[in-house]
């Protein structure tokens, strides 16, 4: 019997997405395995986020097959994917200004799945002590990198089996990089799978395990993310 670790808990299969007449995705596949950190690299307007929008139901694919864990989820909602167990970070963040650190964590609260620890307060203030020291204060007086990690944590309070992160290192100072790419390795430790797109290529490389690049909508190169050249990057990706 086929083990369901033994297949991608992501796959997406030729989709077609538009904005309005406008078509930006293009037969765009690619697919995630369980446990794995993969990155989409490209240049601002490739089609990063389209596909993310895609995958949440934020945007319906005209055709094409979108399973997760083995399930066809192309025509649902964003909360109806939210509840099967997909987290979504996007660029912008979205954090409410107005309430507190925990308040925050507690809008993004969602039971926790068969076989896996919950996600509590308590265990993302270990992740991001950060927060920890300022759980009473208000989203809106955080910093950029703060408010970046407090929204990678309300989505972990969803507890998703797989994340994916909307160009999340843009913006942030090398430090607030250094302890981004400590928690997606520890997220990796905890077993959730996680996409996230990129243009930063140095930060992909110290925490991904393989990377698509997208070019004018379409995939035009997978492989492992140690043996990517600078040259097939600086082809596709390169402003």
Same mark, same amino acid.
């Given at each position: 019997?086929?083990?369901?670790?033994?297949?991608?808990?992501?796959?997406?299969?030729?989709?077609?997405?538009?904005?309005?007449?406008?078509?930006?995705?293009?037969?765009?596949?690619?697919?995630?395995?369980?446990?794995?950190?993969?990155?989409?690299?490209?240049?601002?307007?490739?089609?990063?986020?389209?596909?993310?929008?895609?995958?949440?139901?934020?945007?319906?694919?005209?055709?094409?097959?979108?399973?997760?864990?083995?399930?066809?989820?192309?025509?649902?909602?964003?909360?109806?994917?939210?509840?099967?167990?997909?987290?979504?970070?996007?660029?912008?963040?979205?954090?409410?200004?107005? +309430?507190? #650190? *925990?308040?925050?964590?507690?809008? =993004?609260?969602? !039971?926790?799945?068969?076989?896996?620890?919950?996600? @509590?307060?308590?265990?993302?203030?270990?992740?991001?002590?950060?927060?920890?020291?300022?759980?009473?204060?208000?989203?809106?007086?955080?910093?950029?990198?703060?408010?970046?990690?407090?929204?990678?944590?309300?989505?972990?309070?969803?507890?998703?089996? +797989?994340? #994916? *992160?909307?160009?999340?290192?843009? =913006?942030?100072? !090398?430090?607030?990089?250094?302890?981004?790419?400590? @928690?997606?390795?520890?997220?990796?430790?905890?077993?959730?799978?996680?996409?996230?797109?990129?243009?930063?290529?140095?930060?992909?490389?110290?925490?991904?395990?393989?990377?698509?690049?997208?070019?004018?909508?379409?995939?035009?190169?997978?492989?492992?993310?140690?043996? *990517?050249?600078?040259?097939?990057?600086?082809?596709?990706?390169?402003?």
């Amino acid at each position: 019997m086929n083990n369901q670790k033994d297949k991608p808990i992501l796959e997406v299969t030729a989709i077609n997405s538009f904005y309005g007449k406008a078509q930006i995705l293009f037969d765009m596949t690619l697919e995630i395995n369980p446990g794995e950190v993969v990155v989409l690299l490209g240049r601002n307007g490739a089609g990063k986020t389209t596909t993310f929008k895609s995958i949440m139901g934020i945007v319906m694919p005209k055709d094409g097959k979108i399973r997760f864990k083995n399930q066809e989820i192309q025509a649902l909602p964003p909360f109806k994917t939210c509840g099967m167990g997909l987290g979504y970070v996007p660029e912008d963040r979205r954090i409410f200004s107005r +309430l507190t #650190i *925990l308040e925050n964590l507690e809008v =993004g609260r969602q !039971p926790a799945r068969q076989g896996r620890s919950p996600w @509590t307060a308590e265990r993302l203030f270990d992740l991001f002590p950060n927060l920890a020291e300022r759980r009473h204060q208000d989203g809106g007086n955080l910093s950029g990198g703060e408010q970046q990690m407090l929204t990678i944590a309300r989505t972990l309070m969803g507890n998703p089996e +797989l994340i #994916i *992160l909307d160009e999340p290192s843009e =913006g942030l100072a !090398p430090v607030i990089i250094d302890q981004l790419s400590a @928690t997606i390795r520890k997220l990796k430790e905890e077993d959730v799978s996680i996409l996230l797109a990129e243009q930063n290529l140095r930060f992909a490389k110290r925490i991904c395990d393989r990377a698509y690049l997208i070019y004018q909508g379409s995939i035009r190169h997978e492989s492992p993310i140690d043996t *990517l050249s600078d040259d097939e990057y600086e082809k596709y990706c390169s402003i």
